[in-house]
Antibody, heavy 119, light 112 residues
Framework: QAHLVQSGAEVKKPGASLKVSCKAS????????MQWVRQAPGQRLEWMGW????????KYSENFQGRVTITRDTAASTVYMELSSLRSEDTAVYYC????????????WGKGTTVTVSS | QSVLTQPPSVSGAPGQRVTISCTGS?????????VHWYQQLPGSAPKVLIY???IRPSGVPDRFSGSKSGTSASLVIIGLQAEDEADYYC????????????FGTGTKVTVL
């Protein structure tokens, strides 16, 4: 069964950068769009951006003001989400999810990566 | 950035019917974009419950149903069960600047 494996929990200091990976297990990501979503403690889901793994096209939420970059390594069937200039408000669980071809919903989700930003 | 508005919480006794609304605008739901619903159990990743406005993935009980009309959508749970206690989010797309993903504000369902 298709699933996504995310990198482990991280603790970062304010001002640092974060890079979270998301690897497909058992299938190739090359024909998918990968979405990234985060959830601060007790808060709602927040969309961050997506990448078309096949052609590398990206789209980012304006809420991150250029701090987020999503890249991919097609040979490794892995997508990366990088967030720079971290602040305490970036403390959250970060999820990757593949987007369905026909209805564009997020059908397969990673388990999430917990990120804590603290001095 | 646009968001979709949901009631913060709804509750019901086991066996009852509950409805969660998702209110958008002419740049998202009203523009014809599909609405999807996700269930998030405590400590878990979200799971798709309804996609394409009213389609249940295999394995999702038929007590869950979705609908869409105008600039709003709804998720209905008929015959509420204890295991339905979770957070629920609607999701669609918005084209107010360029097409981007938007989530609802989330609804906590409590089974009394």
């Amino acid at each position: 069964q298709a699933h996504l494996v995310q990198s482990g929990a991280e603790v970062k200091k304010p001002g640092a950068s974060l890079k979270v990976s998301c690897k497909a297990s058992g299938y190739s990501l090359n024909t998918y769009v990968m979405q990234w979503v985060r959830q601060a403690p007790g808060q709602r889901l927040e969309w961050m951006g997506w990448i078309n793994v096949g052609n590398g096209n990206t789209k980012y939420s304006e809420n991150f003001q250029g701090r987020v970059t999503i890249t991919r390594d097609t040979a490794a069937s892995t997508v990366y989400m990088e967030l720079s200039s971290l602040r305490s408000e970036d403390t959250a669980v970060y999820y990757c999810a593949t987007e369905d071809f026909y209805y564009y919903h997020m059908d397969v989700w990673g388990k999430g990566t917990t990120v804590t930003v603290s001095s | 950035q646009s968001v979709l508005t949901q009631p913060p919480s709804v509750s019901g006794a086991p066996g009852q019917r509950v409805t969660i609304s998702c209110t958008g605008s002419s740049s998202n739901i009203g523009a014809g974009f599909d609405v999807h619903w996700y269930q998030q159990l405590p400590g878990s990743a979200p799971k798709v419950l309804i996609y394409g406005n009213n389609i249940r993935p295999s394995g999702v009980p038929d007590r869950f149903s979705g609908s869409k009309s105008g600039t709003s959508a709804s998720l209905v749970i008929i015959g509420l069960q204890a295991e339905d206690e979770a957070d629920y989010y609607c999701q669609s797309y918005d084209n107010s600047l360029s097409v981007s993903t938007v989530f609802g504000t989330g609804t906590k369902v409590t089974v009394l």
